[in-house]
Each structure stands twice: as structure tokens, then as C-alpha cells.
Antibody, heavy 121, light 108 residues
Framework: QITLKESGPTLVKPTQTLTLTCTFSGFSLSKRGVGVGWIRQPPGKALEWLALIFWDDDQRYSPSLESRLAITKDTSKNQVVLTMTNMDPVDTATYYC?????????????WGRGTLVTVSA | SYVLTQPPSVSVAPGQTATITCGGD??????VHWYQQKPGQAPVLVVY???DRPSGIPERFSGFHSENTATLTISRVEAGDEADYSC???????????FGGGTKLTVL
């Protein structure tokens, strides 16, 4: 059974760096084709994809946020970490991590429950 | 950049069929995926690769796509289907994951 869980601060100040951890079980990020992505959703708004890391350490980023994002993986700990610099109140959102199946196309078949991050002084 | 367009809301009576659309250019070349999101919950994949259903998703959920539009159809709608539905495609190598703006399905 695949599970994912996001963890990190619930409140960050403007200009600070946000670090979120996705801890997963039930799959290996060493398996060919597997990926883990981060997606966020501001309150009442649409889903927005942020970043994705693959089994071979290939990293992809949203072009609009690429300069502020970094995604890394620790296969031995079954964790994926997302950092976002220079946080702003508009970055207030629920942040989700999700599993990208090795079966092929770019969709997320299982998601964590999400963590709400508020950016405020 | 590639844009996916969804109607903000769709309403349907219980037992009827709900149709939610997702529009974009050159859709025929893209695989479309659909997510259901109930209030306070994480998204759930309900259709992938245009028309396939993950295990556990009822046959009432079906997908179809044509040249410029993808459609999620929910047959025999139930109160429990009330949720936001978002489409998603692979955009390009430089912007691979794109979501539509979401459609709120209301069951009357």
C-alpha cells in the first residue's frame, strides 16, 4: 500500500525559505520510471504543479517558480524534500506531494493529505 | 504557455449525467487525466490516459477526448460525487504538468 505524508512548518515569515518533506512508503524511488511530485493549492484556487523528481534524479520545475525551487531525494530514507526560497503571502497554500507511477504518463495516482503553509509576518 | 479551460461550475440532479469539459489546443496529441477533490481532502485520480479508470473508481466515471476538448462524464450522479474536478495534461518538456482551473460539481 502506497502512502505519502507531507511535513514541515505551518507558518513562515515573508522572505524566509520553506522546507517541506514528503515521507513515503509502499514504493521505491529507485525503481525505473517512478517519480514524486509537489503540487500546491491556494485556498479556494486551482491546483498548481511545482516540481517533480524521478528515480534517476531527473528534476523538473514549474517554469514560473523554477528560480525559487529545489527538489531532492533521499532514497534510503524514502523522503523527498522541496525547498522554496523568498516566501511571500501569495505562497500561502496547501502543499501536496504525490506519486507518479512508473507505468508511463505524467499523472499522479496517489497523493498525500497535504499540509497547509501560511506565509505571514 | 499551454492553457486548459474548464467551466467553473456544473450542476446536475441526482441520477442524471454530469458532463465536465476541459479545453485546450491540439488536445488530440495529449493524454488527459482527471482528479476529484472533495472539500478538505486531497485530490483523487478518477480517470487517466483519457479514458482509463484506476482500480476502485466506479464505472460511472468515464473519459473521452477529441481534437480540442476532453470530457469527464459521471453517470447516475450521487450526492457523494459533489466535488471539484480538475483536468491535467503533459504540457511540454519545459512545462510538463498543467492543471485546469477546476470545475465545481453541485448535486442539486
Amino acid at each position: 500500500q502506497i502512502t505519502l505524508k507531507e511535513s514541515g512548518p505551518t507558518l513562515v515569515k515573508p522572505t524566509q525559505t520553506l522546507t517541506l518533506t514528503c515521507t513515503f512508503s509502499g514504493f521505491s524511488l529507485s525503481k525505473r520510471g517512478v517519480g514524486v511530485g509537489w503540487i500546491r493549492q491556494p485556498p479556494g484556487k486551482a491546483l498548481e504543479w511545482l516540481a517533480l523528481i524521478f528515480w534517476d534524479d531527473d528534476q523538473r520545475y514549474s517554469p514560473s517558480l523554477e528560480s525559487r525551487l529545489a527538489i531532492t531525494k533521499d532514497t534510503s530514507k524514502n523522503q523527498v524534500v522541496l525547498t522554496m526560497t523568498n516566501m511571500d503571502p501569495v505562497d500561502t497554500a496547501t502543499y501536496y506531494c504525490a506519486h507518479r507511477s512508473e507505468s508511463g504518463n505524467w499523472y499522479f495516482d496517489l497523493w498525500g493529505r497535504g499540509t497547509l503553509v501560511t506565509v505571514s509576518a | 504557455s499551454y492553457v486548459l479551460t474548464q467551466p467553473p461550475s456544473v450542476s446536475v440532479a441526482p441520477g442524471q449525467t454530469a458532463t465536465i469539459t476541459c479545453g485546450g489546443d491540439s488536445f488530440r496529441s495529449k493524454n488527459v487525466h482527471w482528479y476529484q477533490q472533495k472539500p478538505g481532502q486531497a485530490p483523487v485520480l478518477v480517470v487517466y490516459d483519457n479514458s482509463d479508470r484506476p482500480s476502485g473508481i466506479p464505472e460511472r466515471f468515464s473519459g473521452f477526448h477529441s481534437e480540442n476538448t476532453a470530457t469527464l462524464t459521471i453517470s447516475r450522479v450521487e450526492a457523494g460525487d459533489e466535488a471539484d474536478y480538475s483536468c491535467q495534461v503533459w504540457g511540454s518538456s519545459s512545462d510538463p504538468v498543467l492543471f485546469g482551473g477546476g470545475t465545481k460539481l453541485t448535486v442539486l
